[in-house]
């Protein structure tokens, strides 16, 4: 009994990492399009015929993401923040660093765990602050990193769970499966929780509110 249970978990895994791969794939073959649609110069001089130029943001965005799938070890000198960035009543799917005028910056993307998948992006955090990222806007950039027409690529993106990620038509039918790995991995997030950004938000600022009555009380 408990080798058919080990073959089948091989084999959902199995299945898991090719949806994975044939999901990079489609994910590649985008960017490239967006590339040449967007990132593309066209020069001509003298004699020559046109000669097709790309800038530092098009090689950057023609890189493979990383992919970091439940179990599997990233590159090294890229930190792991899988287990610091998974949230009640959300499953991570990525996250991106890029240079700013400030420094490395981050921004995490997920999708609900239950429910209606609804997908959510955090906001451009410094390293210090990353380990804290919550959502903070809907976001569909997680396949990219790219939130806005005319921003640059991210320095790199790691996909934690790609087969998740809008493209793919059965993304909200896959998320049981993810989570099963997940919690065959020790995960104790509440997956059964209901977020809504909406709610979360409204519970934080009247938090926050309450916070602040209690201050202004306590220094009357």
């Known amino acids: 009994m408990e080798k058919t249970q080990n073959l089948s978990n091989i084999a959902a895994e199995l299945i898991i990492q090719a949806k994975n791969l044939q999901c990079l794939a489609n994910q590649l073959a985008k960017m490239m399009d967006k590339i040449n649609k967007r990132d593309h110069g066209l020069k001509i001089t003298g004699d020559q015929s046109n000669i097709i130029s790309f800038s530092r943001a098009a090689a950057s965005a ?82 990219d990193g ?10 790199y993106i790691v996909h934690t769970a790609p087969e998740l990620m809008m493209s793919n038509p059965w993304h909200g039918k896959l998320r049981a499966e993810h989570i099963k790995i997940l919690k065959q991995q020790k995960s104790t997030v509440d997956f059964n929780y209901k977020y809504l950004l909406k709610t979360e938000k409204n519970r934080n600022l009247s938090l926050k509110k309450t916070k602040n009555d209690h201050h202004h009380r306590a220094g009357a």
């Open 146 to 155: 790219i939130e806005f027409y005319g921003q640059k690529a991210p320095d």
């Open 62 to 143: 023609a890189q493979a993401p990383i992919l970091a799938i439940p179990g599997k070890s990233l590159p090294r000198g890229i930190y792991d923040y899988r287990p610091l960035l998974q949230r009640d009543g959300l499953i991570l799917l990525a996250w991106d660093k890029r240079m700013t005028e400030t420094g490395e910056c981050y921004t995490a993307y997920w999708v609900t765990s239950t429910g209606i998948p609804r997908f959510y992006a955090s906001k451009l955090l410094s390293k210090k602050e990353f380990f804290s990222a919550r959502p903070d806007h809907k976001s569909y950039a997680a396949e």
